[in-house]
């Protein structure tokens, strides 16, 4: 079965501007997550989404905000970027949020890689 | 969530065992010790879980001490394709409060170097 699909996987934006990623779960899944990828910081939390509510929030700036749709796509945003968001933003999905029958396991998509000049 | 200690980096030959230790002395006792790698420009891939049992899957190992507090990763036959950075993660897997679901919390792992 297809992947965790992620769209746009390249971008080139400049500071101030915004920007909006999409991520495809996996049929069927309908929890999302997403994560910040740096040098700097390595893998961070963002989001959770689970039935078009956000779950779960890590410990990021209200520029970075999120939803999900009643299909259970995803959707990210950040406004006013800077130049430390340059990132690659990961999504991951899982068929629901409890773990114990679950098998715990998240699947990741291979992110969009965000540019800020 | 509890702390972990990976080493930096390891190298291993190939066709050989390759044994990745991680410490997570403060490890609650409802958090499940979770095992990831991320390949270059990928994604991070789910490799195994347990709790206090030994755990075998396809494709690895995992050996938990009796109290917990560390853990090791074993691909028993490294490849190539085994190069990668590999996170150890414990989770809270308990569904109370729903605070962890989804929720990984990354260190910066072990740089493991498969070599021919």
């Known amino acids: 079965k297809a992947g965790v699909t992620q769209t746009p996987r390249y971008l080139i934006k400049t500071r101030g501007q915004q920007v909006t990623l999409s991520c495809s779960p996996i049929?069927?899944?309908?929890?999302v997550s997403w994560y910040q990828q740096t040098p700097g910081q390595g893998l961070q939390f963002l989001f959770e989404?689970?039935?078009?509510?956000?779950?779960n929030k890590g410990n990021f700036p209200g520029r970075f905000s999120g939803r999900q749709f009643s299909n259970s796509r995803s959707e990210m945003n950040v406004s006013t970027l800077e130049l430390g968001d340059s990132a690659l933003y990961l999504c991951?999905?899982?068929?629901?949020?409890?773990?114990?029958?679950?098998?715990?396991?998240?699947?990741f998509g291979e992110g969009s890689r965000l540019t800020v000049l | 969530d509890a702390k972990t200690t990976q080493p930096p980096s390891m190298d291993c030959a190939e066709g050989r065992a390759a044994n990745l230790p991680c410490n997570h002395s403060?490890?609650?006792?409802?958090?499940?010790v979770y095992w990831y790698r991320q390949i270059h420009s990928q994604g991070p891939q789910y490799i195994i879980h347990?709790?206090?049992n030994n755990e075998t899957n396809e494709m690895a190992s995992l050996i938990i001490t009796e109290d917990r507090k560390s853990s090791t990763l074993i691909l028993p036959h490294a490849t190539l394709r085994d190069t990668a950075v590999y996170y150890c993660?414990?989770?809270?897997?308990?569904?109370?409060?729903?605070?962890?679901?989804?929720?990984?919390?990354f260190g910066q792992g072990t740089i493991l170097t498969v070599h021919p």
């Open positions: 991951a999905s899982s068929r629901n949020r409890d773990l114990i029958a679950n098998t715990g396991e998240l699947f």
């Open positions: 049929s069927g899944h309908r929890s």
């Open positions: 989404y689970f039935s078009e509510t956000q779950r």
């Open positions: 403060t490890i609650s006792g409802n958090e499940y």
């Open positions: 347990g709790l206090k």
């Open positions: 993660i414990p989770t809270l897997i308990s569904n109370a409060g729903g605070t962890s679901y989804g929720k990984l919390t």
